[in-house]
């Protein structure tokens, strides 16, 4: 069975950090692209950072480019996202996503609140 689990979400100040977490297990992980979207209200679900399965190639939206640093431990079959200067505009329902094709896997999703 198939399981991808985010964790570390939460309400946080603007300029403060939070670490996401996603554990996955039920399939051959070190073979899969990690990704994180997210959803903010009233909006579409957009990509905001993606790692190859080596870890070699990594890519970021330009609203997080510079602020939020995704990794990944093949050992521990997990995927991290570390949010930092984070943003009112980063609130969002934020979901950790793997994909080879044609196999495509989504978690249920952690909230992060950005607000005073």
């Known amino acids: 069975q198939v399981q991808l689990v985010e964790s570390g979400g939460g309400l946080v100040q603007p300029g403060g950090s939070l670490r996401l977490s996603c554990a996955a297990s039920g399939f051959t992980f070190a073979a899969y692209f990690m990704n994180w979207h997210r959803q903010a209200p009233g909006k579409e679900r957009e990509l905001v950072a993606s790692i190859s399965p080596a870890g070699g190639r990594i890519n970021y939206a330009d609203s997080v480019k510079g602020r939020f640093t995704i990794s990944r431990d093949n050992a521990k079959n997990a995927v991290y996202f570390q949010m930092n200067s984070l943003k009112p505009e980063d609130t969002a329902v934020y979901y950790c996503?793997?994909?080879?094709?044609?196999?495509?896997?989504w978690g249920q999703g952690t909230q992060v609140t950005v607000s005073s």
């Open positions: 996503n793997a994909r080879s094709n044609p196999f495509d896997y």
